[in-house]
């Protein structure tokens, strides 16, 4: 081969090196989300990093003008977001993806509005007000092909996802026995969430129940995914209205025993704690295993003479966020939804919390079919 003949294929391979170079340097288009609601005080966790580059907030859909412009001043973002609707904020926007901040009772609405559209969906915990809004919403995302992924604060808690890897990829303590999950705190009221929260976080209605489903949905997740998504053979639930007159229609306290072929789970959730927890105990055959916080962990295995203090690791969780986590998921960069937030995991919850409030109100266990 000439000199002449040589010159081309150089510059070819110039050029489509340069190429390669430019993509790889080239920043990513920002993931389009819709934001469905305000009323869920969670909202604030992305119109506070609604700047960060890897999601763009293209609309909001949100009736009340009055909480609108109060949220989207404390954020600094402009009032051109917000549309009177669901559908009217889908149509002109475009978004790839929502996440609902709404009414527990109206994410089925937001599935049927968005799962036709082809429309990715990321609502607040739990997923649904009963088994049957469940089982619609689920059948939707499948005919439709869209991610329907449920958001809990406790998913991106790196103590959790290293008590996972230590009980069953070291094989640390041994099977689990017995699962003891505490979450809540002083109650809604007390803790001055916002009025337009308050309203329909009390009615059993709109919530499905009080703190068995606001608080109780978090101990049903975590031990759905630590059971490796197995079901539970039998639901308990005792609920109490230990301050019915700041709560009159729905459950303050409450308590959930499920039972497994050998193992137990105690989920308490609660608006009566003295402070806010969201911690877990896990005990195995031959050791345990106790997550703090979202860090903090204390452990004692089999040949240890006394309990070890542990942290986890920011890359113990699966993203930094729930939102950087959707973005991934809408970019097809996460090959496995994570199982805390997928659709399986969370259909076998919703089974628990519908289970929970039976049982609760016939003061008698329910066996899952």
């Known amino acids: 081969m000439n000199n002449m003949n040589v010159i081309p294929w150089i510059a070819l391979l110039f ?3 340069a ?37 763009e907030i293209v609309g909001i859909a949100e009736p009340n003008r009055d909480l609108a412009e109060r949220f989207l001043k404390r954020h ?17 926007t475009k978004p790839e993806a929502v996440t609902d901040f709404g009414r527990i009772i109206d994410h089925l609405k ?23 809004h469940a089982k619609q919403m689920e059948a939707l995302a499948k005919k439709h092909n869209i991610h329907l992924l449920t958001n809990y604060e406790t998913t991106w808690y790196g103590s959790n996802h290293k008590a996972y890897a230590m009980i069953h990829g070291d094989k640390a303590i ?8 505490h979450d809540g705190h002083q109650g809604p009221k007390e803790i001055n969430v916002n009025p337009e929260f308050l309203e329909w976080l009390t009615d059993p209605v709109a919530n499905g129940a009080g703190a068995l489903f606001d608080f109780g949905c978090y101990g049903a997740n975590l031990a759905t995914w630590l059971m490796k998504g197995e079901r539970p053979l039998t639901v308990t639930a005792v609920t109490q209205q230990i301050k019915p007159d700041i709560y009159p229609k729905v459950d303050d306290e409450s308590v959930i025993i499920l039972t ?3 193992a137990q789970a105690i989920i308490q959730g609660s608006w009566n704690w003295p402070f806010a927890r969201k911690d877990m105990e896990v005990y195995g055959q031959t050791g345990y295993v106790f997550t703090v916080d979202g860090t903090r962990m204390r452990v004692r295995l089999k040949d240890d003479k006394a309990e070890q203090p542990m942290e986890a690791a920011k890359t113990d969780i699966p993203a930094a966020d729930p939102f950087a986590y959707l973005a991934s998921v809408v970019r097809n960069e996460t090959k496995k ?16 919390l519908d289970a929970a409030r039976q049982s609760a109100k016939e003061k008698k266990p329910i066996a899952l079919k």
């Not at 799962?115 to 088994?131: D, F, N, Q, T, Y």
């Not at 939804?337 to 628990?352: A, G, P, T, Y």
Request: charge should be positive.
């Open 260 to 262: 497994y072929p050998k």
């Open 15 to 17: 050029v489509q090196f």
């Open 76 to 92: 600094n973002l402009p009032m051109s977001l917000v549309y009177p609707t669901v559908e009217e904020m889908l149509d002109k």
């Open 110 to 132: 937001t599935v049927q509005v968005c799962a036709p559209r082809g429309i990715h969906v990321m609502v607040e915990k739990p997923l649904a007000v009963s088994l049957n």
């Open 337 to 352: 939804e994570d199982e805390l937030s997928s659709l399986k995991v969370n259909m076998i919850v919703m089974e628990i």
């Open 174 to 181: 041994g099977d689990i026995r017995k699962m003891v999950v």
């Open 19 to 55: 190429s390669i170079i430019a993509n790889a340097q080239s920043p990513r288009k920002p993931v389009r989300v819709g934001v469905v609601g305000l009323v869920h005080s969670h909202v604030h966790g992305i119109l506070g990093r609604a700047k960060m580059g890897d999601i």
